[in-house]
């Protein structure tokens, strides 16, 4: 299985930053990476496909980037209900598999 | 608007089978290149993906549930179903029924989550 590696796990950031977050997987996967971003108690949320599309009514400060092994994904400008947990998944191949989360926190 | 509505036991003994179901509702199971899969998330943990079926009854399992686990599709029901035998404490977990873009294999459209807690 491609292993999909985030990092940071957390990360702390202040509203008006313009955060990264890094998803790395074992073997190249052309584009076929997603960003989902998931906020307590709710279902995840589709952000980004193939790697840098965005989602129909997602605002535009979200962004992604990369293909073969190493993704972005970027938060141009904070806004308050983008504290969340990020989630990167492959979808190039089965088993399906996601990174292991970045926690955006409020500093 | 498409919507997904998960039901089934919350609680589950050790050793006995989960049964999960999913009901499609605002659109049609039989919608051609639409993939509906199950993914979990244990308690305050990250997602496993668990496995996809079409609407044919193809399907695709996470190697590492696929000896205990059946995904199953009713067409006349709008309905897809999730079965994982012989489970543990640690199949405990929120289990979520979604369905797949168009092209590809991200989810777009995702249910609440049915909480599924294993113990005796």
């Known amino acids: 299985a491609i292993q999909m590696t985030q990092s940071p796990s957390s990360l702390s950031a202040s509203v008006g930053d313009r955060v990264t977050i890094t998803c790395r997987a074992s073997?190249?996967?052309?584009?076929?990476l997603g960003w989902y971003q998931q906020k307590p108690g709710k279902a995840p949320k589709l952000l980004i496909y193939a790697a840098s599309s965005l989602q129909s009514g997602v605002p535009s400060r979200f962004s992604g980037s990369g293909s073969g092994t190493d993704f972005t994904l970027t938060i141009s400008s904070l806004q308050p209900e983008d504290f969340a947990t990020y989630y990167c998944?492959?979808?190039?191949?089965?088993?399906?598999?996601f990174g292991q989360g970045t926690k955006l926190e409020i500093k | 608007q498409l919507q997904l509505q998960g039901s089934g036991p919350g609680l589950v003994k050790p050793s006995e089978t989960l049964s999960l179901t999913c009901t499609v509702s605002g659109g049609s199971i039989t919608s051609s290149g639409y993939y509906w899969g199950w993914i979990r998330q244990p308690p305050g943990k990250g997602l496993e993906w668990i496995g996809n079926i079409y609407y044919t009854g193809s399907t695709y399992y996470n190697p590492s549930l696929k000896s205990r686990l059946t995904i199953s599709v009713d067409t006349s029901k709008n309905q897809f179903s999730l079965k994982l035998s012989s489970v543990t404490a640690a199949d405990t977990a929120l289990y979520y029924c979604?369905?797949?873009?168009?092209?590809?294999?991200?989810?777009?459209?995702w249910g609440q989550g049915t909480l599924v807690t294993v113990s005796s």
């Open positions: 979604a369905r797949t873009m168009g092209s590809g294999s991200l989810f777009v459209y």
């Open positions: 998944q492959q979808d190039y191949n089965y088993p399906f598999t």
């Open positions: 073997q190249g996967i052309r584009n076929d």
